[in-house]
């Protein structure tokens, strides 16, 4: 499928897509300045307005190790694109992931013993309770 008709009829959607292109280049011809290793671990988001490569980086000790080696490869950085006169590095905060809901696995004898546990629980009625509802959940 191609897209170019429909570029051709929203130029708003054309210009996305061609500075999309460019922070993509961008990105790898940084790359190519900087050592393999680091390559997954940062990515180039934005020249700021004050004219700021700024990197964002997975984890702290990429963090570290561009901090040390930017500042050698900075003229190169500058070069490719007149706008850069200094590089940042930022930590990339981790994305919030839901955390798995928890399931409850528990034999047919284990869900035995909770509710055997439970009933001769009757002075602890809120322990006979949690049992209970364990017993229930497990069920399922």
Not at 17 to 42: E, G, S
Not at 45 to 63: Q, S, Y
Request: hydrophobic share 45%.
């Amino acid at each position: 499928m191609s897209l170019t008709p429909l570029l051709e009829r929203n130029p708003v959607l054309k210009d996305l897509m061609r500075q999309a292109a460019y922070w993509r280049t961008l990105d790898a011809r940084v790359k190519t300045l900087l050592p393999a290793n680091l390559h997954a671990h940062f990515q180039v988001a934005c020249i700021d307005e004050d004219g700021t490569l700024v990197l964002w980086v997975g984890h702290n000790m990429a963090a570290s190790r561009l901090r040390m080696i930017v500042p050698v490869q900075l003229a190169q950085m500058q070069q490719l694109d007149e706008r850069i006169r200094n590089v940042r590095i930022k930590i990339q905060p981790p994305q919030n992931r839901p955390a798995p809901a928890k399931q409850a696995k528990l034999s047919d004898t284990a869900r035995n013993s909770c509710r055997e546990t439970a009933a001769q629980l009757a002075h602890h009625p809120k322990l006979a309770a949690a049992l209970e509802k364990l017993a229930k959940v497990a069920d399922r």
